[in-house]
């Protein structure tokens, strides 16, 4: 049986670098009063700057915080060799090391933490902020310093890329700075799969056509097209342009061509995995929506943003009459005298909205009917109160026509 038992050497690797310098002779009893007289100086200067030289507290922090820097820059610097790191103690200042430290983690701190393609801009209470946290309450060990400096890499890799397609693909930095690189290169991946002239990133209504085009059984990429995309492009690029393809085949592509969901459901309902599409003109949020709810379009007649419509379409479903984005006079009693007979159908007129509008708009109707239509016409259409009786409809059939599109002029008699 085996009972040796590990030794975890857990000092800073300022420490352990002060030690091996002192004991190899490389650093001389006349090198440490120097580093004893810098001390007290940088000490000072970073209680100073993170809070006040004047308080204890805050002096002691300063300490455990020169020890933090100067230890990851050491160990980063000589790649963790104590005698590299002794000599460098021998032939630098400490307060050279404390600022590398520093440094080190301020270059950290302005490297991209995600893949967003927002305009970055300096932070410099950010960074003080980081800074503060990194040198005290949470040091990073040489180990999560380069990791988080690899990730943060990656990170911009990915956003020099997605810029790149953008541009090689006609758009402009305000086309696509509310969204991910992710998002703008699966987006390219899609029009580079699907489209043969491969011109621009889609519209709404460009990527429906796109995988209404992969979802047909004729569909057939061309490889010719990647090629010609890619026949000037900086080697770097084009072998991440080839690699996102792969992925893109692999894992968006299944997703595109089930046609368990729309293409308008899959633009807006999936947070991961999800698709950049350029703002367009409004005839083009026309167009979309013809495209993925054509009888949305038919029933609302293209006034689908006017309330007054909705609020008529609502109450007739509601009341078990057929959707109509207007209202007769006959129609308007016949819709009070059922709700007053027996209520509404909440729940078919959340299914009409799951069954026609499209999938963008359905969260935002729901709320419309149950949080303002619903609860307004409950109270207005009623005939409940024995102070105050309607049995002629006359209120009912005025709220009617000030809230709902009615199409009928003059007296309600």
Known sequence: MNNAVAIVDDRPFFEKA??????????????????????????????????????????????TRLVNLISLYLEDFSNGDLRVAAMSLRDNTLL???????EMLKRLHAMPGETSLHTRSADPAGQKLFVNERSFAFPLSLGSYRAQVAECQANQLQIDFAHWLARRLNAKPNDYDDYSAPEVIRSAMLVLHADVKAQELPSKTQFVKLVETLRKKSFKPQAAVLDSFLRDAPEAFASMTRQAMQTFVEQALPRLKAKDKSADEILHG??????????????????????VAKEWVRITKGDADDPAVLATIFLCVATGHPAKASALLKDAKSIIATFRRQGFDSKAVLAFIDEHAPFEQREDLKALWTE???PDAETHLADNDPQMPDSHMDRALQYFKQNCAASWKGSSR
């Open 96 to 102: 050279s090391h404390s600022r590398g430290g520093s």
């Open 372 to 374: 303002d239509l619903q």
């Open 18 to 63: 002060l030690r091996y310098g002192l004991a190899q002779g490389i650093l001389t009893p006349e090198k440490i009063r120097q580093m004893e007289a810098d001390a007290p100086k940088g000490i000072v200067q970073i209680a100073d700057h993170f809070g006040t030289a004047y308080l204890r507290t805050d002096l002691e922090t300063a300490v």
């Open 270 to 291: 999936e947070a991961q995995g999800a698709y950049f599409v350029r703002d367009t003109p409004e005839d083009d949020v026309v167009a979309y929506d013809k495209l």
